[in-house]
């Protein structure tokens, strides 16, 4: 069927915020939707643009959802889909399938390349398949800009979003309320590099991973300035559970999530020998594991060796958790030798059972050899119990309150919990990896005199300290007072 074909009338480019040379523009003028389409549809345009050589773009310039009644549209070309934005251009195949399969060429993995931006997905459900309302599937590429990921959901993986051996980046949207009976309530990646960058998880829900689950031996997840809050999990990993040998969770904060067993805010499962584990500049407060043998109510590090730097760990809980040291925990090891090392990370206020501190655990006695669990320049409100911090344990401060304020927005893109005047994690704390900011990100500066303790900077986006005149560095923070 013929769909009407636009050149780029002038300043079409900078609307859609995209300076790239396309192969042809599509335009949607109508809503609805059928099999075999009709022109102006959205299905005869991603037709036309499958079969048009190079990569193509379409434009939906309407207000309203896009209901696709005709099933999911498969793309296996290049190609850019751009909306007036979430809250204006919507697509929906009403609970009859996914909206969108991106489908690559395993010999020529560069050749599909696609652009989602400016679009809401609802009613996405994909059955027994991956991804509620859009699958990444067979060595395609994918960049998501400002959209909405809502209500959808999978029988397997993936409620929103499912990336199998291919790649995909996400920027600076919001994904809530989709379900997955499986992995990954809003977001599942097997086999695939995934960047996530200033985006929000909210109220998903999953077996494992109530917002992210990731898996494969291949695999990346890499999670930046982001916020996680209030997904569930029935099993593990309230928050995320990535069971993959590369993690980097960045600048992002964790908060208000909930797990059965394991990892209330995170739940990981590297390769000992392997890939990288880190968790830098980022915020676990608020999250819960249920069960009565529940253990790493902030963090659960079930295989792997991580660093947990310039953090904090906060008022985590595992409610239900009455056995010994190695059950609850803000912050949890399992036996097996793996390693966990905790450098200028603030650990306070984790409580087991009836509000009994639980800030750090190591499992112990089970088959194979002991895990370790190190600290240096950190500080843990109150000391684990002897024999929890077997590795090395270096210039860190125990049994103190750091004093901390509520979470809460104070500044740059996710929330933080602030030191208050005279904590004692001001200034004791380091940065061997040269970070420019706090959690916040700019302006606020990581560092005012010496480091300190924890994911905020006392005082960094402070100009004037009290007067006008000159002071040494180090003078006017928290614990200078």
Do not use: W
Request: net charge negative.
């Amino acid at each position: 069927m013929r769909v009407s074909r636009l050149l780029a009338p002038a300043g079409l480019g900078l609307l859609l915020g995209c300076s790239c040379v396309h192969a042809a523009d599509f335009q949607v003028s109508r809503l609805d939707d059928s099999n075999p389409p009709q022109p102006g549809m959205l299905r005869a345009a991603v037709a036309a643009a499958n079969a048009a050589p190079g990569a193509d773009r379409i434009f939906i310039p309407l207000n309203g959802t896009v209901s696709l009644s005709a099933g999911e549209l498969v793309i296996t070309d290049a190609l850019e889909i751009q909306g007036l934005g979430p809250a204006a251009t919507g697509i929906d195949p009403g609970g009859a399938s996914r909206a969108l399969s991106i489908i690559g060429d395993i010999n020529h993995p560069d050749a599909v390349n696609v652009v989602l931006r400016g679009l809401s997905f609802s009613g996405g459900n994909s059955g027994n398949t991956g991804g509620g309302a859009v699958g990444v599937l067979d060595f395609a590429k994918a960049r998501v800009e400002n959209c909405l990921f809502a209500g959808n959901s999978a029988q397997a993986s993936g409620g929103a979003l499912y990336v199998y051996q291919s790649q995909l980046t996400l920027l600076d949207s919001v994904l809530r309320e989709n379900a997955a009976a499986d992995v990954g309530g809003a977001l599942a990646v097997e086999e695939s590099h995934v960047r996530v960058e200033r985006s929000v998880f909210r109220a998903n829900d999953a077996a494992f991973g109530g917002a992210v689950g990731a898996t494969g031996v291949n695999s990346r997840f890499d999670l930046i300035a982001s916020r996680i809050e209030n997904n569930t999990a029935a099993n593990s990993g309230g928050g995320v559970a990535l069971a993959v040998p590369d993690v980097g969770i960045v600048a992002s904060t964790f908060s208000g999530n909930a797990a059965e067993f394991a990892g209330g805010g995170v739940y990981l499962l590297g390769v000992a020998d392997a890939g990288t584990l880190l968790v830098q500049n980022s915020t676990l407060s608020g999250n819960t594991v249920r069960h009565e043998a529940g253990h790493g109510s902030g963090l659960a590090l079930e295989h792997g060796r991580l660093q947990l730097r310039n953090s904090t760990v906060a008022y985590n809980r595992a409610p239900a958790a009455t056995a010994g040291d190695g059950i609850g925990g803000g912050v949890y090891v399992a036996e097996g030798g793996h390693t966990l090392e905790l450098i200028s990370t603030l650990v306070a206020g984790n409580t087991r059972a009836s509000g009994i501190a639980s800030e750090l655990s190591r499992a112990t006695g089970i088959d194979g050899p002991p895990s370790v669990l190190s600290a240096r320049r950190s500080l843990v409100q109150v000391a684990p119990a002897a024999g929890v911090l077997n590795g090395s344990n270096s210039d860190n401060r125990f049994d103190v309150d750091p004093l901390l304020q509520p979470l809460a927005d104070n500044g740059g893109l996710t929330p933080v919990h602030a030191l208050g005047v005279g904590s004692p994690a001001c200034e004791h704390g380091e940065d061997t990896t040269s970070l420019t900011s706090d959690q916040r990100g700019a302006p606020f500066a990581r560092r005012y005199g010496e480091v300190d303790i924890g994911a905020f900077e006392y005082r960094a986006d402070t100009i004037f300290h009290g007067d006008f005149e000159i002071h040494p560095q180090g003078e006017y923070g928290c614990s200078r007072r």
